[in-house]
C-alpha cells in the first residue's frame, strides 16, 4: 500500500470508529456485570467542563463523516446528535462508517493542496486536505477517542492500551 491521502485517511478513521465501538462495548458489558444503569456510564465525564461520553462518541463520528468531504469539498450529511443508549451509539457509528465508505481513492488522493476555509466557532480557519486531515481531524478524532476511553477506565471499566486499538492491531 502506497502512501496516499485516502491511505491516510479513510482506513485510519474507520479503525478509529471500530475502537471506539470496541471500548463503548465493553464499558457497556461492564455496566451490565456490574448492575450500574447504562446512563451511569453515558452520562459520565472526567471534569465539569468536559463531554460526557456520549459526546465524545458524537464529536468523534462528526469529525470523521465530515473530514472527507471536506477534504473533496462535498456538503457532509448533518447528524442529529441525539443518541442517548449504546444501541443508538453504536447506530452512529455504523452510520459514520458507512458513510466513510461512500470515498475511495479517486475521490482523495490529489486532494492534498486543495484549499477551503471552515467556520470554527466565530472563526473562519483555512486548511488544506493535508493540514485538514493531519492537524485538525486526526488530533481531535484521538483526543475524544481517548476522552472516551478515560471515562469508562475511570469510571472501573477494565480497558488497557490493546483495548485503545479495538481489541486488535
Known amino acids: 500500500m502506497s502512501l496516499s491521502l485516502y491511505n491516510m485517511s ?20 461492564n455496566a451490565k456485570s456490574r448492575d450500574i444503569a447504562a446512563e451511569v456510564f453515558l452520562n459520565a465525564r472526567l471534569a465539569p467542563d468536559m463531554y ?13 463523516k465530515n473530514c472527507p468531504h ?3 469539498g462535498s456538503e457532509p450529511p448533518i447528524y442529529e446528535e441525539t443518541e442517548e443508549t449504546f444501541d443508538e451509539l453504536y447506530g452512529l457509528i455504523a452510520k459514520t462508517r458507512k458513510e466513510l465508505a461512500k470515498f475511495s481513492s479517486a475521490d482523495l488522493d490529489g486532494k492534498e493542496d486543495r484549499a477551503f476555509s471552515i467556520k470554527l466557532g466565530p ?3 483555512d486548511f488544506t486536505g493535508i493540514t485538514y486531515l493531519q492537524g485538525f481531524t486526526m488530533p481531535n478524532v ?3 477517542n481517548s476522552a472516551a ?3 469508562l477506565r475511570h469510571n472501573g471499566v477494565p480497558l488497557g492500551k490493546f ?4 481489541g486488535t492491531l
Open 149 to 151: 476511553y478515560n471515562i
Open 52 to 64: 460526557p461520553l456520549k459526546k465524545q462518541v458524537q464529536v468523534v463520528a462528526s469529525l470523521i
Open 142 to 144: 484521538y483526543f475524544h
Open 10 to 29: 479513510i482506513p485510519v478513521l474507520d479503525k478509529a470508529m471500530t475502537s471506539l465501538k470496541h471500548l463503548l462495548e465493553k464499558g457497556e458489558e
Open 123 to 125: 472563526m473562519d480557519v
Open 163 to 166: 483495548d485503545f486499538f479495538g
Open 70 to 72: 471536506r477534504i473533496v
